[in-house]
């Protein structure tokens, strides 16, 4: 099933899930219409941090506490607790779990402690997609007339029908397309704020099978972290592309992201979208 702009713009109770790379104003769009008090803004990464890695999420901060002979003591004592912070507004726990792989002297995971937690944030993805009618219905229970899902970027990777089949039955799946300008942009912003990311294992290792042979490396332990995520971004870019047209093209629709993040309002952006 999926709902065609005319019968979108007919809903009385309107839903929407937003898909696209990350930065290319997903989130900037779902904060625009929840100012809107009729808008529930449901966020995939806040359910995420919140519910399904949170347990690893302050397991990891243990550990990096850990390192600090005398913060370990105070944590084994009755000094200091730990708790989860992520927010709407700031999601860098969650980033900070995900990790970069390389050189531990460099901030870096080994391998296989990098692949471990890529495989429970995909896993954890999946669950908070999946639990989007119920947090539909509670929206509703709770007086909001429309429903806004701000997936993550990797949502296009999950490869998972179920996801995108629930996804497409409640929801108008848009994907926010990046234009050439716009994708020079968010390889500009992967270049100066590396952000960590989910990768799909075999993408994941072809890329590091290529980098290490460009640059004679012998191990995954003697890349730079962040030289790593510069290189790897703009081809992950060009990796997700062909799978958010797939995912558009037989669950949903495609609008350019310029159009939409310049939108000012919900009327416009409503408009924009129910032109398509």
Known sequence: MKFSAQEFSKLK???????????????????????????????????????????????????????????????????????????????????????????????????????RRQVLHREAEIKAMLDVPRFIEKSQQQGYNHFINDAGGSLGELDDDRVYETLAKHTLILYMKANKSSESALIERAQTHPKPLYYQPEFLKRQLGIYLQENHFDYVAQINPNAFMHWIFPRLLEYRKPKYEKIAKQYGYIIDSEQLYQCRSIDEALELIQEE
């Not at 290319?24 to 399904?52: C, E, M, P, Q």
């Not at 506490?65 to 992520?86: P, Q, T």
């Open 13 to 115: 109770n309107k839903r929407l899930t937003l898909l696209g790379m990350s930065g290319v104003g997903k989130s900037h769009l779902a904060k625009l219409f929840a100012l809107d008090d009729n808008w529930y803004h449901y966020s995939g990464d806040y359910r995420i941090g919140t519910k399904y890695l949170s347990d690893d999420i302050i397991e990891n901060i243990k550990q990096k506490i850990s390192r600090d002979a005398s913060l370990a003591k105070l944590l084994d004592s009755i000094y200091i607790g730990i708790s989860n912070s992520v927010n709407f507004d700031n999601m860098s726990l969650i980033s900070d779990f995900l990790g970069k792989v390389g050189n531990p002297e460099q901030g870096g995971l080994p391998i296989d402690e990098f692949c």
